[in-house]
């Protein structure tokens, strides 16, 4: 058993040899066996192996070996002395740089923080000595051997991975970049169905989680390489299906950066998914054209990205939801081209299209009349004096207006009838030269008339003294007599012509008597409401009945028109539930002798006017004025939309 003692006799015998020391062999080798006696014959072994190891080549491997025994021993201090001794064995042999940085690699499994601090300087040691040797065999990572290492890995071990290759030179030019997209893009597992409730903790790194500082850093991949957009916005779009609301938020961020690279590319990725068979993935990716698309100013989308994205909407809306349809109308009406009359006509023919318009009507479908009034709604800010609404006009007029008392309503609590009435006169306005005129104006007439009803047969001269008021349904005369008067101004024979006198005649004493009715609810209104102002007004008891003086007025306006010899269509009317435009007063328009909604009293004079505020529009109450003047807001697809679960628009 070699002793301390022969131990340092032996190294004073190696160290005054200098150069010739390889020709004491045993001397050497008595070191290499020292390995095997106690604590203080290891901890000498170790230093005394490593001081003269490069004069015995021959003996290279035991005292390797010898090194490794030491590294494994019970005592830490040896342990630590051995690690450091290691890479002092390659200073002049880097051939053996390899095999012990396997050894120490190995090593960084232990718990002792000292000694892991100590194997990891070992290693930086190694490097300094061969960094290509360094990085062989055990971690398997030396240049195109990343791609071994990371078949297998966890989202740490993907992020610090990514986190080397990025720092690497050859990873800064084109080549290097296509390279790491390439990683990614094998590590994203894109052929692959996207599963979002994944939880086997022994998944794959991109399927348990979304690599959040993966997910940051990819658009940076793409600064001078546009053409890994695509498959990059594509893998993005994928990992919108995750549920985490940060992660969702930091995805659609990094879209947004890829958009500023190349918006078109980033939407050919997106698209690709959009059209896949995802339906959570395909929701979250219109969901995120619809909110954050549409606001990126012309800087970002230009004409090419933005001739992509109509294109690409119009084959998503051959299948859409009623969500969608609303979300994808809202991306195209945010592009610059659809702010044109060209650009308008072309939407309102997509939303006809939706419409169905050659599909016969099914009034009591709550599926098919939630679908016409979505698609009204949608196109009716769209429509103007160059952008007409005659195919919408004409449908209603032939197939809802005969059937009108039937229609469904597709959400509790709204009144279909009142609500499509009320599209119907908003969008008469821009009919245009419309088809069949006469045929479909008469068919408006039935309808209106149906709700005026004829004086009784023994009728008191004094309304207001019967003991029963007549119940009219002031809202929706409301909104077919704005309609007839739109339409009947295309058409003024219809009630002027000698052969419609009779026509004429029974209008007119329908028209006498609803007019009583509605002025003497004007005056009681106005009694109600005068000398009210500010907070007074804002009760909702008077809110209703503003909101009726207001509805009670255009009817008003629009009788004393109509009562006119023959009648006239001169009067503009806005209807109660659109919100006052003011414009600038027109210098002819006193000269042309017609008042604005001028409402009669009882006996028939002018009434005072009565300042008509903007505000929130109530349901007037039952009885003698109409229970369901609810409120509209155009283009907004306010309704749950029961009848569309489960189904495409």
């Not at 991975?161 to 030179?169: A, E, G, N």
Request: charged content about 25%; glycine content about 6%; some cysteine.
């Amino acid at each position: 058993m070699v002793t301390v003692e022969q131990m340092y006799k032996d190294f004073g015998v190696l160290a005054e040899a200098k150069d010739k020391a390889g020709e004491h062999e045993q001397e050497y080798l008595n070191f290499i066996n020292a390995v095997k006696g106690g604590p203080g014959e290891k901890r000498l072994a170790s230093q005394f192996i490593a001081r003269f190891f490069k004069h015995f080549p021959s003996l290279a491997n035991q005292a390797i070996n010898a090194l490794f025994d030491l590294c494994e021993d019970d005592d830490v201090m040896i342990r630590k002395q051995a690690i450091k001794d290691l890479p002092t064995l390659c200073k002049n042999s880097a051939s053996n740089v390899p095999k012990i940085a396997e050894a120490l690699t190995q090593l960084l499994g232990c718990d002792d923080t000292t000694e892991l601090s100590l194997i990891q300087s070992s290693l930086i040691n190694l490097m300094a000595v061969s960094c290509k040797g360094t990085l062989q065999d055990k971690l398997g990572i030396c240049f195109m051997p990343w791609t071994r290492v990371l078949q297998d890995v966890t989202k740490e071990e993907f992020i610090l991975i990514m986190d080397v290759l990025r720092s690497q030179s050859s990873m800064s030019t084109v080549q290097g970049r296509q390279q790491l997209v390439e990683i990614v893009t094998e590590q994203a597992d894109l052929d692959q169905s996207f599963e979002s409730n994944m939880s086997n903790e022994n998944d794959r790194y991109m399927n348990i989680t979304d690599p959040k500082q993966a997910i940051k850093d990819l658009p940076t991949l793409c600064k001078n390489s546009a053409s890994n957009v695509p498959k990059i916005a594509e893998a993005l779009t994928q990992l919108l299906g995750c549920d985490d609301t940060t992660e969702l938020s930091l995805i659609q961020s990094s879209l947004i950066n890829l958009m500023a690279v190349s918006c078109k590319g980033t939407l050919q990725g997106m698209f690709k998914q959009i059209l896949s068979e995802d339906e959570l993935v395909r929701e979250r990716a219109i969901k995120f054209l619809g909110t954050k698309v549409k606001v990126l100013g012309e800087e970002t989308i230009d004409k090419e990205a933005e001739e992509f994205l109509v294109s690409q909407c119009k084959q998503v809306l051959q299948d859409v939801t009623k969500e969608e349809f609303i979300l994808i109308m809202d991306v195209l009406r945010s592009q610059s081209s659809m702010s044109t009359v060209q650009g308008r006509q072309q939407l309102v023919e997509i939303v006809t299209e939706q419409a169905d318009l050659d599909q016969s009507f099914e009034a009591e479908d709550t599926d098919c009349v939630d679908r016409l009034m979505h698609c009204i709604k949608q196109a009716a800010p769209l429509f103007s004096k160059n952008v007409h609404s005659k195919a919408f006009v004409g449908y209603i007029c032939d197939n809802v207006l005969p059937v009108i008392s039937k229609l469904a309503s597709p959400d509790d609590g709204v009144d279909a009838q009142l609500e499509m009435l009320k599209l119907f006169g908003e969008i008469s306005e821009f009919a245009g030269d419309l088809d069949k005129l006469e045929n479909r104006l008469d068919n408006l007439y039935k309808c209106l008339i149906s709700y005026m009803p004829v004086p009784p047969a023994e009728e008191n001269d004094n309304l207001s003294s019967s003991e029963e008021e007549p119940k009219f349904q002031f809202s929706t005369v409301e909104c077919l007599m704005l309609a007839f008067h739109q339409l009947g101004r295309k058409l003024p024979g219809f009630l002027a012509d000698e052969a419609n006198a009779d026509r004429l005649k029974d209008f007119k004493l329908r028209l006498q008597y609803f007019a009583r009715g509605v002025q003497i609810y004007i005056k009681q209104l106005r009694q109600a409401l005068q000398g009210k102002t500010g907070d007074a007004l804002k009760t909702d008891e008077n809110k209703i009945k503003v909101v009726a003086l207001k509805i009670t007025s255009n009817i008003n306006a629009l009788i004393k028109d109509l009562f006119h010899n023959p009648p006239s269509y001169k009067t503009p009317i806005i209807p109660s539930w659109k919100p006052l435009v003011k414009k600038a007063p027109e210098p002819k328009a006193a000269e042309t002798g017609q008042k604005r909604s001028t409402s009669l009293d009882s006996n028939g004079s002018s009434a005072k006017k009565y300042s008509r505020k903007d505000v929130t529009l109530y349901s007037p109450p039952g009885g003698k004025f109409s229970e369901r003047a609810g409120t509209y807001e155009p283009g907004r697809g306010r309704g749950r939309g029961r009848g569309f679960r489960g189904r495409r628009y």
